[in-house]
């Protein structure tokens, strides 16, 4: 028996190791015969390499060989094969750096299918690190040279696809979504008639991001199948990691968690195998969300750790700003609001950097002009919360001084004093910090508002886009100027609103009709208020009240004398109401935490310190003889004295 064993091992190990040199003797034979062709076009070079292609080793090799041999149109595939392998595994300064090798190498040989080639891998390489400027310039280079083919062959048509799907996410990443499915659309038109499965795999998962960016969570899961079906037909794990991740993350937004937590199980041993940081890292962050959701804390835990040390090594900024959200809601459920607070500014952060990166191409004057302010106002923050620190630091250190005193000397007298002492520092630092928030406020709300505009630039709209950015500018000094007091009266604080309010209703198409109503006899001019205290509470009946709705869409501001103490100010719209607003907010995937109506109450407490009388605010759901929601109505009294 022994015998037959050790027999059976040696006719393996023969087996085996014929079966061996055979693959590297036809590897070696299928490079030789390629040398002695040396065919031009992408087709006919990857019908013979392609089986060689997933080896980097191999594909080193082969650059070594054709550079001795000055296969040029050779070396241009490989570099782009090389590149893609670079990709594959996220190591994206790498893969620019070959395929800009293979650009060049392109460019020199006068061959248009490989520069088109290479041109759309560092549109892809850029966009996945988040450069959109220089990504889309190169994918449009591209699509300018491919376009210009008369009679395009099937390796140039590859590329216009590739063209198309890159141009496609970019107006994803910047909210362009009707822009972004026609372009992804266009990609698949090419992808069937050339009978490129791989690539309307990977379009309809992008029309799926499409679809989920508009809320529509089923269209978004049957166009996910229809790219897992496709993935599954031609065996490529890559683009099923890609489908299982996206199901599991809209069916945990759907709140079917069973059917999530199968599909995101059946993404990460793919993950693993083809070695994918990024994706690693977002299905993990899918799994702690998953296990958020389902209260399964300590699994939910490991997953985040493991998600967050990934993204932050490598700085995945669009997978932070997920992670950050996901994490912030784990750490509000586990009751640590500190980090869960920390984690949420993280996001808002990543996002902004995110957000300049997006519009950087659009509106990149109109930033540097305001660039200045906002690097003066963020040395300003930084300064106030050192002296708040150093404030803080100091009470501490007398707390210890006067205790000990108080063991020695009069311990009553010296109590009050401290007492004394320690109220007036407090007081100082609760001002300090207002100052903070104030200045801290002042580029984001610039940002926002050059957002506002930036459909009116990206379209080349001209008329439009000077219109507004004349009120824009207005806005902007009305807003800097009242940055530098601790109050406004009242008819100025209505005239910046209806500015807001003005910029605001571009994103609605001018749909809003906003409205004014100031009692008579009352002089709005003698009325005090803190600066952009309505702000947030319009901003709410926007986003939360009027952007769901159909049909008209009314807002009216109200202001009236209440009594020889208070004036009240009447916010009312006829939105959603703040039911149907929250079961909205509760579909969304990234759930955004809004604390503007909190620092306002913070504002106004501080701002009524000093007076008789307090404010209060008052939210009121209207509702028709049937309980129908008729909109929103808040109520702001606010003391005269």
Same mark, same amino acid.
Request: glycine share 2%; proline share 2%; with cysteine.
């Given at each position: 028996?022994?015998?037959?064993?050790?027999?059976?091992?040696?006719?393996?190990?023969?087996?085996?190791?014929?079966?061996?040199?055979?693959?590297?003797?036809?590897?070696?034979?299928?490079?030789?015969?390629? &040398?002695?062709?040396?065919?031009?076009?992408?087709?006919?070079?990857? @019908?013979?390499?392609?089986?060689?292609?997933?080896?980097?080793?191999?594909?080193?090799?082969?650059?070594?060989?054709?550079?001795?041999?000055?296969?040029?149109?050779?070396?241009?595939?490989?570099?782009?094969?090389?590149?893609?392998?670079?990709?594959?595994?996220?190591?994206?300064?790498?893969?620019?750096?070959?395929?800009?090798?293979?650009?060049?190498?392109?460019?020199?040989?006068?061959?248009?299918?490989?520069?088109?080639?290479?041109?759309?891998?560092?549109?892809?390489?850029?966009?996945?690190?988040?450069?959109?400027?220089?990504?889309?310039?190169?994918?449009?280079?591209?699509?300018?040279?491919?376009?210009?083919?008369?009679?395009?062959?099937?390796?140039?048509?590859?590329?216009?696809?590739?063209?198309?799907?890159?141009?496609?996410?970019?107006?994803?990443?910047?909210?362009?979504?009707?822009?972004?499915?026609?372009?992804?659309?266009?990609?698949?038109?090419?992808?069937?008639?050339?009978?490129?499965?791989?690539?309307?795999?990977?379009?309809?998962?992008?029309?799926?991001?499409?679809?989920?960016?508009?809320?529509?969570?089923?269209?978004?899961?049957?166009?996910?199948?229809?790219?897992?079906?496709?993935?599954?037909?031609?065996?490529?794990?890559?683009?099923?990691?890609?489908?299982?991740?996206?199901?599991?993350?809209?069916?945990?937004?759907?709140?079917?968690?069973?059917?999530?937590?199968?599909?995101?199980?059946?993404?990460?041993?793919?993950?693993?195998?083809?070695?994918?940081?990024?994706?690693?890292s977002l299905i993990n962050n899918n799994l702690g969300? &998953?296990?958020?959701?389902?209260?399964?804390?300590?699994?939910?835990?490991?997953?985040?750790?493991?998600?967050?040390?990934?993204?932050?090594?490598?700085?995945?900024?669009?997978?932070?700003?997920?992670?950050?959200?996901?994490?912030?809601?784990?750490?509000?459920?586990?009751?640590?609001? /500190?980090?869960?607070?920390?984690?949420?500014?993280?996001?808002?952060?990543?996002?902004?950097?995110?957000?300049?990166?997006?519009?950087?191409?659009y509106v990149n004057d109109l930033i540097i002009k305001?660039?200045?302010?906002?690097?003066?106002?963020?040395?300003?923050?930084?300064?106030?919360?050192?002296?708040?620190?150093?404030?803080?630091?100091?009470?501490?250190?007398?707390?210890?001084?006067?205790?000990?005193?108080?063991?020695?000397?009069?311990?009553?007298?010296?109590?009050?004093?401290?007492?004394?002492?320690?109220?007036?520092?407090? /007081?100082?630092?609760?001002? &300090?910090?207002?100052?903070?928030?104030?200045?801290?406020?002042?580029?984001?709300?610039?940002?926002?508002?050059?957002?506002?505009?930036?459909?009116?630039?990206?379209?080349?709209?001209?008329?439009?886009?000077?219109?507004?950015?004349?009120?824009?500018?207005?806005?902007?000094?009305?807003?800097?100027?009242?940055?530098?007091?601790?109050?406004?009266?009242? /008819?100025?604080?209505?005239n910046i609103i209806d500015l807001y309010m003005n910029?605001?209703?571009?994103?609605?198409?001018?749909?809003?009709?906003?409205?004014?109503?100031?009692?008579?006899?009352?002089?709005?001019?003698?009325?005090?208020?803190?600066?952009?205290?309505?702000?947030?509470?319009?901003?709410?009946?926007?986003?939360?009240?009027?952007?769901?709705?159909?049909?008209?869409?009314?807002?009216?501001?109200?202001?009236?004398?209440?009594?020889?103490?208070?004036?009240?100010?009447?916010?009312?719209?006829?939105?959603?109401?703040?039911?149907?607003?929250?079961?909205?907010?509760?579909?969304?995937?990234?759930? /955004?935490?809004?604390?503007?109506?909190?620092?306002?109450?913070?504002?106004?407490?501080?701002?009524?310190?000093?007076? @008789?009388?307090?404010?209060?605010?008052?939210?009121?759901?209207?509702?028709?003889?049937?309980?129908?929601?008729?909109?929103?109505?808040?109520?702001?009294?606010?003391?005269?004295?």
């Amino acid at each position: 028996m022994k015998n037959y064993f050790i027999i059976y091992l040696l006719l393996f190990n023969l087996t085996f190791g014929a079966f061996s040199q055979k693959k590297k003797t036809d590897f070696k034979i299928t490079v030789d015969n390629i &040398l002695t062709t040396k065919p031009n076009t992408y087709k006919k070079i990857d @019908k013979l390499l392609k089986p060689f292609q997933r080896d980097s080793t191999k594909v080193k090799i082969i650059i070594e060989r054709f550079q001795k041999e000055n296969y040029k149109d050779g070396l241009a595939y490989e570099y782009i094969k090389l590149g893609n392998i670079y990709r594959k595994y996220s190591d994206y300064n790498k893969a620019i750096e070959v395929h800009k090798k293979a650009l060049e190498i392109s460019q020199d040989n006068k061959n248009d299918e490989f520069e088109i080639f290479s041109l759309n891998m560092l549109g892809v390489d850029y966009r996945r690190k988040n450069i959109y400027t220089s990504a889309i310039n190169f994918n449009k280079k591209a699509l300018e040279i491919a376009e210009k083919k008369k009679n395009p062959n099937s390796g140039i048509l590859r590329s216009m696809e590739v063209s198309y799907n890159s141009i496609g996410n970019i107006y994803l990443l910047l909210e362009q979504y009707i822009l972004a499915e026609k372009n992804f659309k266009k990609a698949i038109d090419i992808a069937e008639k050339s009978k490129n499965k791989w690539s309307v795999s990977i379009n309809n998962e992008n029309i799926a991001k499409v679809k989920e960016a508009q809320d529509s969570l089923d269209l978004a899961i049957e166009y996910t199948k229809r790219a897992l079906a496709i993935d599954q037909s031609i065996n490529n794990h890559y683009g099923r990691m890609i489908c299982y991740n996206r199901l599991g993350k809209l069916h945990i937004k759907k709140g079917d968690y069973v059917i999530a937590e199968e599909y995101l199980k059946n993404a990460v041993p793919i993950a693993k195998s083809v070695k994918n940081k990024y994706y690693i890292s977002l299905i993990n962050n899918n799994l702690g969300w &998953l296990y958020t959701k389902t209260k399964k804390t300590n699994k939910a835990q490991k997953h985040f750790e493991k998600s967050l040390k990934i993204a932050e090594k490598r700085n995945y900024k669009t997978a932070l700003t997920e992670i950050y959200t996901n994490y912030s809601e784990f750490n509000e459920l586990t009751g640590n609001y /500190k980090e869960a607070l920390n984690y949420q500014k993280k996001y808002t952060a990543t996002a902004n950097e995110l957000l300049n990166d997006k519009t950087s191409k659009y509106v990149n004057d109109l930033i540097i002009k305001y660039d200045s302010e906002r690097k003066s106002n963020q040395i300003k923050s930084l300064a106030k919360q050192n002296e708040i620190a150093a404030l803080e630091l100091s009470k501490n250190r007398n707390f210890i001084i006067i205790s000990f005193i108080v063991l020695i000397l009069l311990a009553t007298v010296l109590y009050f004093v401290y007492r004394q002492i320690s109220l007036n520092k407090e /007081k100082k630092i609760l001002t &300090l910090e207002q100052d903070v928030l104030r200045s801290q406020m002042n580029p984001h709300f610039i940002f926002n508002a050059l957002n506002s505009i930036k459909h009116y630039i990206v379209n080349n709209e001209q008329k439009n886009a000077v219109h507004y950015l004349n009120k824009f500018s207005k806005l902007i000094r009305k807003i800097l100027e009242s940055s530098t007091v601790k109050e406004v009266s009242l /008819k100025e604080e209505l005239n910046i609103i209806d500015l807001y309010m003005n910029i605001e209703n571009i994103r609605f198409s001018n749909q809003i009709n906003y409205t004014i109503k100031v009692e008579d006899d009352l002089d709005i001019s003698t009325i005090k208020v803190p600066p952009l205290v309505l702000q947030p509470f319009l901003e709410n009946a926007l986003w939360h009240g009027l952007s769901s709705k159909k049909g008209d869409k009314t807002i009216q501001l109200s202001v009236f004398k209440l009594s020889k103490e208070y004036i009240q100010i009447d916010i009312e719209d006829n939105g959603i109401g703040r039911t149907a607003s929250a079961k909205i907010k509760s579909n969304k995937v990234i759930h /955004k935490k809004s604390i503007g109506i909190e620092l306002t109450k913070e504002r106004l407490n501080n701002f009524i310190k000093d007076f @008789k009388n307090p404010f209060s605010l008052i939210f009121n759901d209207l509702v028709d003889e049937n309980k129908n929601p008729l909109g929103t109505k808040v109520a702001l009294r606010i003391p005269l004295q």
